[in-house]
């Protein structure tokens, strides 16, 4: 007799979130984000999920969603994809005006929710931002982040110019974003050097 496995087939397909940071002067970063979009676009493959949302004053919000695409399995739909991915991408940051506040922990929560939508093996979330958030008066993030099984990395984490008088506040920042994400069951990293061979691997 033959045993019969329960085991399901491993689920290689990847789902990626990238946040981009429209606060203050953050803005002028936004070309370097675009090379982190062209680079994804390369190298994602059929059936693997991508979409850029932008983190503003309020960014529990569907409609911060840029651009989302399912990758086709036929090459030539594919390339057209990426195409108008990184044209839609591309007029967003030509016209893209600064928030005054800075919502991470809702753009994370709409993140997590996506991702969980797509039911891919892989969930990776990526945070351009300087993480410095800045919540409107009344809004409450006081949540956990639930995040077993997903990879968060922080991308150009910039300095602000108080960091430069206490660099104390820029570690405490990069800290408490450790904790939070780490202590959700997510892994963590940060990297800011964006030419490394590695930093944008998946």
């Known amino acids: 007799m033959t045993a019969c496995s329960s085991d399901q087939p491993k689920n290689y397909q990847r789902g990626v979130y990238l946040l981009l940071d429209t606060s203050g002067t953050y803005t002028q970063e936004l070309e370097k ?10 190298h994602l493959e059929p059936g693997d999920s991508f979409a850029v949302a932008r983190i503003d004053s309020g960014s529990f919000n569907e409609k911060d969603i840029i651009a989302k695409v399912v990758l086709d399995a036929r090459p030539s739909a594919s390339n057209r994809q990426k195409r108008e991915f990184a044209a839609t991408v591309d007029a967003f940051v ?54 077993d099984g997903f ?17 104390g506040e820029y570690l405490e920042r990069v800290s408490q974003w ?4 780490v202590s959700g ?18």
């Open 33 to 42: 984000a675009q090379q982190i979009i062209n680079y994804m676009l390369a």
């Open 178 to 181: 450790q904790e939070r994400v």
């Open 185 to 202: 069951g997510g892994s963590w990293a940060v990297v800011n050097d964006l030419d490394r061979s590695d930093a944008l691997s998946l």
């Open 94 to 147: 030509k016209q893209v005006k600064s928030s005054a506040y800075t919502d991470i922990s809702g753009g994370l929560l709409q993140a997590i929710e996506f991702l969980n939508e797509t039911n891919v093996g892989q969930k990776h979330i990526l945070i351009f931002s300087d993480l410095k958030e800045e919540l409107p008066e009344g809004f409450v993030r006081d949540f956990d982040l639930v995040l």
């Open 151 to 167: 990879t968060v990395k922080a991308l150009n984490v910039t300095k602000l110019r108080s960091d430069n008088q206490d660099p």
